[in-house]
């Protein structure tokens, strides 16, 4: 196993791991809307803050070697299911090779975040 840690993401908040690559695959950490200078929730609505999710996303991603092309498989967690179209309209544009995926509304995210995202992909 390997430990991934990159400050271009917001450090973890708890006792875990940005990431973990494993057995040929890198298994992100949930990634909530969090500026990775500042440690501030980035936006008010949920297209700002889904963009902010999948940035530190993305950056955990490149630091392990892979990129959102060899994403497998995402977990998507919403505030208030309500916003699921307009979370879509941002994912989208990134997720292009279109990955098995989870979305569903919970009754909180830590920092009152709306979004938070986490992510299986290829390692290689």
Known sequence: MKVISTKSAPAAIGPY????????????????????????????????????????????LK???????????????????KDFAAFNAVYEKYFVSKPARSCFQVAALPKNALVEIEAVAVAE
């Open 17 to 60: 791991s940005q990431a973990i690559v494993a057995n040929g695959f890198i298994y992100t950490s949930g990634q909530i809307p969090l500026n990775p200078e500042s440690g501030a929730i980035e936006g008010t609505t949920i297209e700002a803050q889904s963009e902010q999710a999948i940035k530190n996303l993305g950056a955990i």
């Open 63 to 81: 630091e392990a070697g892979s990129d959102f092309s060899k994403v497998v498989k995402t977990t998507c967690f919403l505030a208030d299911i």
